[in-house]
């Protein structure tokens, strides 16, 4: 089974407020695209440094990583990027290093996306195929923000 890359488009989620907004125009919404290795081993979405650059967003705090090899690294985490897969997209950090922009699981779960390692591909789930479905546990009328 070989890897899987998915093309994905990261966006400015500051600039996307303002422009949402009407304090810039949509077209200086700074955007970034790329064919991104899909990372189920992963938890957080990695961004390299000249990504974040290009989408002129700054680095936010720093996270402790740990590699697949076991070694750990205290590494940058984003301000809050965008990632739109497959005409869906979620709202996340992301880990600042590599040469690469590499798909998490966060991502994934938030995007209802599954990967097909048979076919090398990213797929939505066919449980939810037009949009992604978040599950949430049940809560009762008084955590509804209702008062006896």
Do not use: C, W
Request: proline share 5%; aromatic share 2%; glycine share 8%.
């Amino acid at each position: 089974m070989g890897e899987i890359r998915a093309r994905v488009r990261l966006i400015n989620a500051v600039d996307e407020a303002l422009a949402r907004r009407g304090q810039i125009s949509q077209d200086h919404v700074r955007h970034y695209e790329a064919e991104a290795l899909v990372d189920t081993g992963a938890i957080r979405s990695v961004i390299p440094v000249h990504v974040l650059q290009s989408l002129g967003l700054g680095v936010r705090g720093q996270r402790l990583a740990e590699y697949a090899d076991g070694r750990k690294e205290v590494v940058g985490i984003s301000e809050p990027v965008i990632f739109e897969v497959l005409g869906r997209d979620t709202l996340e950090e992301a880990l600042i290093l590599g040469d690469e922009v590499l798909l998490g699981q966060t991502v994934l779960e938030k995007l209802d996306l599954l990967a097909d390692s048979a076919n090398r591909r990213l797929l939505p789930n066919p449980a939810h195929p037009d949009q992604p479905v978040s599950k949430v546990k049940a809560i009762g009328p008084a955590r509804r923000g209702r008062s006896s």
